[in-house]
T-cell receptor, first 114, second 115 residues
Framework: KAGVTQTPRYLIKTRGQQVTLSCSPI?????VSWYQQTPGQGLQFLFE???????NKGNFPGRFSGRQFSNSRSEMNVSTLELGDSALYLC?????????????FGSGTQLSVL | DQQVKQNSPSLSVQEGRISILNCDYT??????FLWYKKYPAEGPTFLIS?????DKNEDGRFTVFLNKSAKHLSLHIVPSQPGDSAVYFC??????????????FGTGTRLTIIP
């Protein structure tokens, strides 16, 4: 079974631009979560999508948005980029059962904002 | 509000000895806890978990202990090996009948095993 796939691996953008990151979950997984990792802050939860609906949201500004498609693939968009948005963005998927607690992570997209 | 805390940013342990990583939480609604391991340039991978109905769970060299009254859990690695050098994240989830609760992560502890 293929793992979680994130594209691209690396991105360099300038302030004010917008960016879209992509995530393909493990086949059969309908839940996709996004996390931001920065040094000293650990993994900060952005949002979770399940069956094309956002069912959880973290404390990030509205510049951060996402969506999920019918094939469970997800995209995350950040508009009007700021220097502080430089981080590793991780996508994770999990199964649909109540007991499916484990998240399976992709390798992440390293975003650098200059 | 950091509900899951890993107060040691780094830890160095001699190869073959025991590594103990600690994690504290503040939310008494958390009932499921996980440890993840992360190598550079890779995503975190699941290591071991424990439900709040237990106080210990073992998997090979890895053991997680949960002290609910102290809101504290720890990960023991015995014996420590060079390949264990990584960043370890503690994570917790609230109980849910719908399986829709998010995982809340700590800030991580960088473990270095000295050969």
């Amino acid at each position: 079974k293929a793992g979680v796939t994130q594209t691209p691996r690396y991105l360099i953008k300038t302030r004010g631009q917008q960016v879209t990151l992509s995530c393909s979950p493990i086949s059969g997984h309908r839940s996709v979560s996004w996390y931001q990792q920065t040094p000293g802050q650990g993994l900060q939860f952005l949002f979770e999508y399940f069956s094309e609906t956002q069912r959880n949201k973290g404390n990030f500004p509205g510049r951060f948005s996402g969506r999920q498609f019918s094939n469970s693939r997800s995209e995350m968009n950040v508009s009007t980029l700021e220097l502080g948005d430089s981080a590793l963005y991780l996508c994770a998927s999990r199964g649909s059962g109540v007991r499916d607690e484990k998240l399976f992570f992709g390798s992440g997209t390293q975003l650098s904002v200059l | 509000d950091q509900q899951v805390k890993q107060n040691s940013p780094s830890l160095s342990v001699q190869e073959g000895r025991i590594s103990i990583l600690n994690c504290d939480y503040t939310n008494s609604m958390f009932d499921y806890f996980l440890w993840y391991k992360k190598y550079p340039a890779e995503g975190p991978t699941f290591l071991i978990s424990i439900s709040s109905i237990k106080d210990k769970n073992e998997d090979g060299r890895f053991t997680v202990f949960l002290n609910k009254s102290a809101k504290h859990l720890s990960l023991h690695i015995v014996p420590s090996q060079p390949g264990d050098s990584a960043v370890y994240f503690c994570a917790a989830r609230r109980a849910s009948n719908f399986g829709n609760e998010k995982l809340t992560f700590g800030t991580g502890t960088r473990l270095t095993i000295i050969p």
